[in-house]
């Protein structure tokens, strides 16, 4: 189930377990908080629910141009959360009255919007509140005092360092592909409807699924080996694929394409739903001073990508 706010909600009758963040890409460190929730639910015969937040709480403070930009869109992220069983997912608007609920009342605000709420999960790191100003011990002091219960997750780290979706937004920007791959716990993954090409492609020899890919932090232009699969299909099919503005063929900046073209013959075709992980950095989009030349590069990088799912760890 998901939920569109916090007001007017009827959720079933049984003690609600609610993991509360922004939760930007669902990585291992938001992963870890949300499995607390929902198997503490499930051994208690609970609920499981997660509050999160539409847009980012920087779009109110920070000027124009400079709020943080979030790098999976909300459909994308309510449905990873119902897939890894959690029962209810609420997304809250951040308002400016929502902003204005002070640490000290945040708590008891929601258990008077959510009635059968009993237990909070949350990050070490967690901060909420006006100002930011609640942290860990101020949430677990006033829950005491609504007898609610505070779950609280060690900080996951991967290489000595904390994971955070700041940390795959510059992995992303930089295309570091395997890194960021790494932090999430599962390939970064675009998902939608094939639109139709202009069947250049074709023409060149590689024909493509174009998929339209608008995050609001869009990852580094570029070659990418990449798997596919309609989405409700289990199999897995490698490819390569370009994201970016073709500048090759285009005369105006255009917007921004996720091009697969798949390693094995498919029928998939305009209209498709497309699931498109991406595993591998092969190098950054150019513009090519002719179609030749492209097409030279391509049978290249297609030749790169055959070659990464070969390797022993690959696909
Ligand atoms: C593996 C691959 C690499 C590509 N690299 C570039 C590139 O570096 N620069 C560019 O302008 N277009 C690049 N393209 C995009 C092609 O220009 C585009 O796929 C072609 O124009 C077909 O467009 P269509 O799908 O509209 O028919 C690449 C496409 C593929 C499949
Ligand atoms: N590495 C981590 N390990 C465990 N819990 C985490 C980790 N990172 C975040 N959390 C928890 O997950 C919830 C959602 O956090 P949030 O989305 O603000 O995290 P973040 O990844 O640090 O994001 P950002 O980098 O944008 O600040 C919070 O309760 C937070 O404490």
Redesign the pocket.
């Known amino acids: 189930m998901a939920y569109a706010s916090l007001d007017n909600l009827k959720l079933p009758d049984r003690p609600l377990h609610l993991a509360i963040g922004m939760f930007d890409g669902v990585h291992l460190g938001h992963q870890s908080v949300i499995e607390a929730a929902v198997n503490s639910a499930a051994s208690r015969g609970g609920l499981s629910g997660v509050l999160t937040f539409w847009p980012h709480p920087s779009r109110l403070f920070r000027p124009e141009g400079e709020a943080t930009r979030l790098f999976m869109p909300l459909n994308q992220k309510e449905a990873s959360l119902v897939a890894m069983g959690v029962d209810c997912v609420i997304t809250q608007p951040f308002t400016p009255e929502f902003a204005a609920i002070t640490a000290e009342d945040f708590p008891g605000t929601l258990k008077q919007k959510l009635p059968t709420l009993t237990a909070i999960y949350v990050g070490e790191n967690f901060r909420y509140g006006k100002g930011r100003k609640g942290t860990i011990e101020t949430l677990i002091k006033t829950c005491r005092g609504l007898g609610l219960h505070v779950f609280s997750a060690e900080r996951l780290r991967v290489d000595g360092e904390p994971i955070s979706s700041t940390r795959i937004r510059a992995c992303l920007e930089a295309g570091e592909m395997a890194q960021a791959n790494a932090l999430l716990g599962y390939p970064y993954t675009s998902t939608g409807r094939v639109i139709p090409?202009?069947?250049?492609?074709?023409t060149?020899g590689?024909p493509?699924l174009?998929l339209p890919w608008e995050p609001e932090l869009r990852p580094r232009y570029g070659?990418y080996a990449v798997r596919a699969r309609e989405s409700v299909s289990e199999k897995w099919i490698p490819g390569?694929?370009?994201y970016?503005q073709?500048?090759?063929?285009e005369r105006e900046p255009a917007a921004p394409l996720l091009?697969v073209?798949l390693l094995e013959p498919v029928k998939w075709s305009a209209g498709t739903a497309l699931e498109v992980q991406w595993m591998h950095f092969l190098r950054p989009?150019?513009?090519?001073s002719g179609l030749d030349e492209?097409k030279a590069?391509?049978a290249q990088?297609?030749d790169e990508a055959a070659a990464y799912f070969r390797r022993p760890s690959g696909g």
């Open positions: 090409g202009r069947q250049l492609g074709r060149l590689f493509t174009n070659v390569v694929a370009n970016g073709r500048p090759t063929v091009e073209h989009e150019m513009k090519f492209l590069r391509i990088d297609r």
